[in-house]
């Protein structure tokens, strides 16, 4: 789920062009094997220099794996998946570390920079992989279906449809997309681009680095696709950690309503939040009083946008989602927020929402999701959307017309897979903040249900989604002690419950200076954190 802008604004502060690959400089670019695999083990990638400075300044290596479109015919037609490295420097190597960002169609080649993230200088001791999974950035052929999509322009409809025609323009305008995709340069991709066919390609960057094990950090749907890839390849589990879990059992139709229930609770909160700063922001001290504001300021604008005709109120609520995901930037969209409601200036609140752009991430979002399972027809999506927004109006129908290309979708949905963690011996450590919106807590409980390995860390009371490595020592050195040594403490009797409990990442507050507004000491690096909001928000 998401909103459009997060689709349209895919990881610019991160964007990166690809270089082409040159001679191999790494001394951890090994030819050992772990075994054939059956029909097509790819060669290594050519490594070579990145284009992107940031990688280039941590000595990243950048390349291109080559593997199967279609991974039942491995020896037929091949594409390309762009991939990032940064070897280990501490002698106490502990091997290959991939990291994906969620989405589905997020970039991954900057995570590297990850590595000095990790407390007490384990991170060192991995060699880090990004990549860009097939359809994605620097991958080829990247995924475009209508970069001028009029569903994440400001000349669209309201969201919430007043009326039938406005219902219309909504069903006709996702149709078309959807039709686009089906006429993308980048159409054959379509029947593949599941998440297992992702988990394959995983396993082959394995197998092509030489790796016996793969370990792996995902964020968001990135904890689905390692729980895919654990059910595909018990054995090769090493060190894994899910942060933000999404529910298998759910993907991917129900845990889109599961959202829409959860972020509406999430904006409670932050409707509260501004209350109790009522000397800061100005809006009054009765957060029902602020939220019945909101919906009041969704009704003017759409009878008359602001800043320039371009602030509506879908731009609005999409500004907003964001104060749902984390609690981050609570102090600034509140600010631009104020500015709106007492002096009329939406300028500051639509530089929240960022405007439309390049499609590739909303693309391969609906390949991913529209192919991965099974899709209801417009006359449920439509039901589940009027009965949810009685009750829970933020997203509702932001959510309905983001994902409804997948009624129309040109490659056929597929039943999804049974994911199976009961074969995976190796410990996972999963982490989830209870109030976590985009990967409800729900979901962190069922999966550690499904993977009796696994070990559940819990954020008591936070909101934010995929918070680690934000500073709370109880979550981070958790992770760190796990990456060195491959254990984790002793899992907790019962079904329905955390094994360990920590502190949430903190709500900001204003009167501290600013860039110490957040968690008590970050340690991702700012270009990283903007990266895991934009990608987490383009989907899960």
């Not at 700063?277 to 009083?289: E, P």
């Not at 060195?484 to 903190?506: E, F, I, M, W």
Request: glycine share 10%.
């Amino acid at each position: 789920m998401a909103s459009f802008v997060a689709a349209a604004a895919l990881l610019t502060p991160v964007a990166m062009s690809q270089a082409e690959p040159t001679s191999p400089t790494s001394p951890a670019a090994s030819d050992r094997r772990s075994g054939p695999a059956p029909g097509y083990t790819p060669p290594a990638p050519e490594w070579g220099p990145c284009d992107n400075p940031r990688l280039a300044e941590i000595d990243a290596e950048c390349g291109m794996l080559v593997v199967p479109l279609d991974w039942s015919k491995p020896q037929g037609r091949k594409i390309k998946m762009a991939v990032s490295r940064k070897v280990a420097t501490d002698p106490d190597r502990k091997g290959m570390l991939a990291v994906n960002p969620g989405g589905p169609g997020g970039s991954g080649l900057i995570y590297p920079l990850l590595a000095g993230a990790i407390p007490d200088g384990v991170g060192h001791k991995y060699d880090w992989y990004g990549f860009d999974p097939r359809g994605v950035g620097s991958s080829e052929p990247a995924l475009s279906c209508n970069p001028n999509y009029r569903g994440a322009g400001y000349d669209r409809p309201n969201y919430v449809p007043k009326r039938k025609a406005d219902e219309r323009w909504w069903k006709r305008t996702t149709r078309r997309y959807a039709r686009a995709c089906g006429r993308s340069e980048a159409k054959r991709l379509l029947p593949h681009m599941k998440t297992v066919d992702v988990a394959k390609d995983l396993d082959a960057l394995r197998r092509a680095v030489g790796e016996e094990k793969l370990n792996y950090l995902g964020f968001s749907y990135g904890t689905y696709l390692g729980q895919v890839y654990a059910t595909l390849f018990p054995k090769k589990v090493g060190r894994f950690i899910w942060d933000g879990v999404l529910d298998a059992d759910k993907a991917f139709y129900e845990s889109n309503l599961g959202q829409n229930v959860q972020f509406d609770k999430n904006m409670n909160v932050y409707w509260r939040y501004l209350a109790k700063r009522d000397a800061h922001f100005g809006l009054g001290s009765d957060w029902r009083a602020i939220r019945k504001g909101y919906y009041r300021q969704l009704r003017k604008l759409d009878r008359k946008p602001k800043a320039e005709g371009k602030l509506g109120p879908n731009e609005l609520n999409d500004a907003m989602l964001t104060a749902g995901y984390y609690v981050n930037y609570w102090v600034e969209i509140g600010e631009a927020y104020a500015a709106l409601v007492k002096d009329g200036d939406g300028a500051p609140i639509l530089d929240w929402y960022g405007g439309p752009g390049d499609d590739n991430g909303f693309a391969v979002y609906l390949g991913v999701q529209c192919t991965d399972a099974q899709w209801p027809d417009w006359k449920k999506t439509r039901a589940d959307a009027v009965r949810l927004h009685k009750k829970h109006p933020f997203l509702t129908w932001n959510n309905t017309w983001y994902n409804r290309p997948c009624i129309d979708w040109p490659a056929a949905s597929r039943k999804a897979i049974d994911v199976k963690g009961k074969r995976v011996k190796a410990p996972i450590l999963l982490i989830s903040e209870t109030k976590d919106a985009a990967t409800p807590y729900s979901g962190a409980l069922a999966t550690r249900r499904e993977f009796p390995s696994s070990f559940l860390v819990e954020g008591v009371g936070g909101t934010t989604h995929s918070g680690s490595l934000s500073g709370i020592a109880c979550v981070d050195d958790t992770i760190a002690a796990y990456l060195d040594t491959g254990v984790l403490p002793t899992r907790k009797r019962g079904a329905n419950r955390s094994d360990k409990q920590c502190d949430p990442v903190p709500a900001p507050e204003p009167s501290a200076p600013e860039g110490f507004r957040g968690a008590p000491a970050d340690r991702l690096p700012a270009v990283i954190r903007e990266a895991l909001r934009e990608a987490q928000m383009t989907g899960r």
